[in-house]
């Protein structure tokens, strides 16, 4: 276990980019996850506890009841930007 995170670490510590973008895409799937909880909470129909074809819509429909419910946009706001920040410093980590 040990020789595990000293990989870890020398591959963070040498790669920072490329683990900056796996850790903002990692952020967007938190935000992404307190979307479904949410949803799942107030019983809206067509939303799956676990990952589905589905979710690719998920954050519309949610900004879409918010307003309902009274809840804030920020994690979707927060979930597109991790992501879209993510997977371009991963691209851009990989290929440099």
Known sequence: MLK????????VLHNPIP????W???AS????????????????EAVHLFPH???WELTAHYLAVRSQHGWSPWPVYLSWSC????????ILGVFS
């Not at 683990?19 to 796996?22: A, C, D, R, V």
């Not at 992501?83 to 991963?90: P, S, V, Y």
């Open 4 to 11: 595990a995170v000293d990989t870890v670490v020398f591959i």
């Open 19 to 22: 683990s900056l973008g796996l």
């Open 24 to 26: 903002l895409f990692a």
């Open 29 to 44: 799937l938190l935000f992404t996850f307190e979307i479904k909880t949410k949803m799942v909470e107030s019983e809206s």
């Open 53 to 55: 074809p589905a979710d």
């Open 83 to 90: 992501q879209a920040a993510g997977i371009f410093t991963l």
